[in-house]
């Protein structure tokens, strides 16, 4: 589960509000309003009225309600801050019978990342784990500078990075998606 853009901007957004609510409502009781303000009935209606006269019951349930919902909110808020959403929890082996070592998806993104970024002509660069974790793949992202020489760079990583995690990985037809991008005047160019 991951919070794109919109749920984010509006978690915020209900952050603020909540926010702005509860900090009026200490400075309406503090009595920095006035102090006829701080004593007057918002509502007055027969809802509010029932609220007050069954307050020996209805507080208590009110309050077990607010802290259920308060734990499932930061339930729902530690899985996405902290979810894995891809495949890097997965180990991806070798053989080992060829004394190969198993790596963790992580370490084999961090390793073929920190590779390309050591080439010339590289601003940066993102590898990522996608598929289903019986049948990985890679997705390879390379941003580079606008004089690199843009044929050389992708026989550079195709010859090198790409085929040292084949080998780590002795799977010599891993398919690994590589998209080269650099900034010219006339737009990104993508190979």
């Known amino acids: 589960m991951h919070a794109d853009r919109a749920n984010r901007v509006a978690l915020a957004i209900l952050g603020l509000v909540l926010l702005g609510l509860g900090v009026a409502g200490l400075l309406l009781g503090a009595g920095v309003f006035g102090g006829r303000a701080a004593h007057r009935t918002l ?4 809802v509010v009225r029932f609220v007050i006269s069954q307050r020996d019951w209805l507080w208590p349930v009110l309050a077990v309600i607010a802290v259920v919902v308060a734990l499932l909110a930061l339930r729902w808020l530690l ?7 891809r495949l890097a929890g997965i180990r991806v082996a070798g053989d080992r019978a060829a004394g190969r070592t198993t790596l963790v998806s992580a370490a084999l993104v961090d390793a073929v990342s920190s590779e390309i970024e050591q080439y010339r002509g590289v601003r940066s660069a993102r590898t990522r784990v996608e598929g ?3 049948d990985p793949r890679l997705a390879v ?13 992708h026989r550079n990583i195709e010859h090198n990075a790409l085929a040292h995690a084949r080998h780590a ?3 010599p037809d891993l398919p690994i998606r590589l998209n080269l991008t650099t900034a010219r005047r006339h737009g990104p160019r993508v190979t």
């Open 141 to 153: 992202t390379v941003r580079a500078d606008r004089d690199a020489d843009l044929a050389a760079l």
């Open 79 to 85: 899985a996405v801050l902290f979810s894995t959403g």
């Open 43 to 46: 509502v007055d209606n027969d």
């Open 169 to 171: 990985l002795d799977a």
């Open 132 to 134: 289903d974790p019986a």
